[in-house]
């Protein structure tokens, strides 16, 4: 099932926890927390969700919930997603640390 297009809270979890915003249109996802922004798209095969995303570092010293410290990548998560929220997971590439992203839907894009 397809996303409901909106704004949504997710929480980042790998090691320790970060929380995001992250804004879904269409096929497309963007977003962003205290020191990453992403961009990217949202692929669906049957009950199974893909989403490839594009990270880049906002914040001097970023590191990421797995430990890294890469300021720009490519991130690719799959799993779960019904009409109000999602469970994502996957590794990040320069550590294989595994992240698991959780999000729930808080609003309509016009607000």
């Known amino acids: 099932m397809a996303l409901r297009d909106g704004f949504y809270r997710v929480r980042f979890s790998a090691g320790i926890a970060n929380w995001g915003l992250v804004v879904v249109e269409g096929m497309t996802v963007r977003g962003g927390d ?9 692929r ?11 990270v880049l570092a906002h914040a001097i010293h970023a590191v990421t919930t797995g430990g890294s410290s890469s300021k720009n990548f490519e991130l690719t ?7 109000h929220s999602f469970e994502l997971s996957g590794p990040f590439p320069e550590t294989s640390t595994p992240i698991v992203v959780h999000g729930n839907w808080l609003a309509n894009l016009d607000l």
Do not use: D, K, P
Request: aromatic letters at 8%; zero cysteines.
């Open 34 to 42: 205290n020191q990453y922004l992403f961009s990217g798209v949202i």
């Open 44 to 54: 669906e095969e049957g009950a199974l969700s893909m989403v490839t995303l594009r």
């Open 77 to 83: 998560l799959t799993g779960s997603a019904s009409n």
